[in-house]
């Protein structure tokens, strides 16, 4: 019943095991807390002391096997090492309600120094700090979800990739996916960012940042998802927004 993640992340398949297992995580979590899926679609886990709900196939419920063959089809493209960002949408009428974007960041030349050590000393992250930025991730999570305003009725689910250019074939489509009709994200309301935090690796680094209509968080306490000791409060801002959809 517990979420096994790598005992180690020395290697990069160690590494990148434990991103795409911490990513199935979040995406479970997000859509049980918003109320996406039914109760069945999930199975209950345990990520430390943290009780999850994983989401998995379920023949009386559609969206969710087709939110798992999504996942399944984006992971052959981190795999590869396509993909800077991963985004999912809660829609309506065309326009974003909200969207939940994955950063991912990948180094080839070997792991990924701790530049955010007190020391700046070249400490290599460790495994014991993945998984408590893991866990605090979450946790993260848990509080957001339950803060934000309730979702509409009649939103659609939809999943966006984002490519690097340089390293991704022309013609490449994961399974499940087909080239995008469209540029960008339009919300109908004012939209606001919310960087909830990372989980840095040796080789990899996951960020989650949030994009939702303003008055959707309202009741966000932006000191409820300090991190650490540092107290670093969550950064909520517009800038962010532009900047995404620019890359975009």
């Known amino acids: 019943s517990a979420i096994v993640f790598p005992k180690a992340t020395a290697t990069e398949q160690q590494s990148l095991m434990l991103v795409k297992r911490l990513l199935a995580v979040a995406v479970s979590c997000i859509t049980y807390l918003r109320g996406i899926f039914p109760e069945s679609a999930y199975g209950t886990r345990y990520l430390d ?16 096997s ?9 992971c052959r493209s981190c795999q590869c090492s396509h993909i800077p960002s991963w985004l999912f949408s809660d829609t309506k009428e065309m326009t974003v309600t909200e969207c939940y974007q994955f950063k991912f960041k990948y180094t080839h030349n070997g792991p990924l120094l701790d ?3 007190k020391d700046r000393s070249d400490s290599t992250i460790t495994c014991a700090d993945t998984r408590r930025a893991s866990v605090l991730l979450i946790r ?3 509080v957001l979800m ?3 305003s309730p979702l509409p009725n009649d ?4 999943m966006k990739l984002l490519y690097y250019d340089e390293v991704t074939p022309p013609d490449y489509q994961p399974p499940g996916f087909k080239e995008a009709e469209s540029e960008g994200l339009l ?7 919310l960087n909830v935090g990372e989980v840095p690796t040796p ?3 996951l960020k989650l940042k949030i994009t939702t209509e303003k008055h959707r968080m309202e009741n966000v306490d932006k000191n409820i998802l300090k991190q650490g000791k540092a107290e670093e409060p969550l950064q909520v801002g517009t800038d962010d927004l532009e900047e995404e959809s620019q890359d975009m």
């Open 49 to 64: 002391d943290v009780c999850v709900k994983i989401l998995r196939e379920d023949k009386n419920c559609p969206g969710s």
């Open 66 to 74: 087709q939110l798992v063959k999504w996942y399944v089809g984006s």
């Open 115 to 117: 530049f955010g050590s």
């Open 140 to 142: 993260k999570i848990f």
């Open 146 to 148: 339950q803060t934000l």
């Open 155 to 158: 939103v659609c689910l939809t």
């Open 187 to 193: 919300f109908k309301e004012e939209p606001m960012c």
């Open 203 to 205: 080789f990899h680094m």
